[in-house]
């Protein structure tokens, strides 16, 4: 019952995204899109071995494009999670690159300076998307603020219920 509670709130946040504020958002976030893929351009499209920099550095590529595409379609909150994965595949491919060069392995002297370029370029472009996210969802949760209400007196009967399950288990 809490599970599908919570996502009622998540379906009401959701559909109460207005088609003018993602309207709005869209034109914007193309010029973001191009950002993001301009900022991992120069990643690898393919790696070398699973635990090579390349490898996570196509991988950052690929969440990188992602964002971009999820940006293009509207959807913030796809584009959040893939920038997010994006930056988190940069740190492995940085820790990879420096494992290299320590193991002396490395095949491109260059690993540092490519990973350095696309977080710096591509940090400011997922708290662009995180911003816009969050204002997205507080216009929809203003709203849709009956609808919440309602959720949230929902959820205290179902605490009531729990509590009175509790008493019943411990009376027995």
């Known amino acids: 019952d809490h599970a599908a509670g919570i996502g009622n709130v998540e379906q009401t946040l959701k559909g ?5 504020d993602i309207k709005a958002l869209s034109e914007e976030s193309k010029k973001h899109a191009q950002s993001v893929r301009d900022a ?3 990643l690898p499209s393919i790696g070398g071995g699973s635990d090579s ?3 996570k550095g196509a991988a950052s590529r690929e969440h990188g494009e992602q964002m971009a595409r999820s940006l293009e379609q509207g959807n913030p909150a796809d584009a959040v999670t893939s920038g ?7 740190a492995e491919a940085k820790r990879a690159a420096q494992r290299e060069r320590w193991m002396g392995t490395a095949r491109d002297d260059d690993a540092d300076k490519h990973v350095e370029d696309a977080k710096k ?3 400011p472009e997922v708290r662009w998307a995180e911003k ?3 204002q997205l969802r507080k216009k929809a949760a203003e709203r849709s603020a009956g609808q919440l209400g309602q ?3 929902d959820e205290d009967k179902m605490s009531d219920r729990m509590q009175q399950l509790a008493d019943k288990g ?3």
Do not use: F, T
């Not at 997010?84 to 940069?90: I, K, M, P, T, V």
């Open 16 to 20: 109460a995204g207005s088609e003018a």
């Open 40 to 42: 991992v351009k120069d």
């Open 53 to 55: 920099w390349s490898s």
């Open 84 to 90: 997010r994965n994006a930056l988190q595949a940069l």
């Open 121 to 123: 370029k591509l940090e």
């Open 132 to 134: 816009q996210l969050e």
């Open 151 to 153: 959720h949230g007196e």
């Open 170 to 172: 411990r009376d027995r």
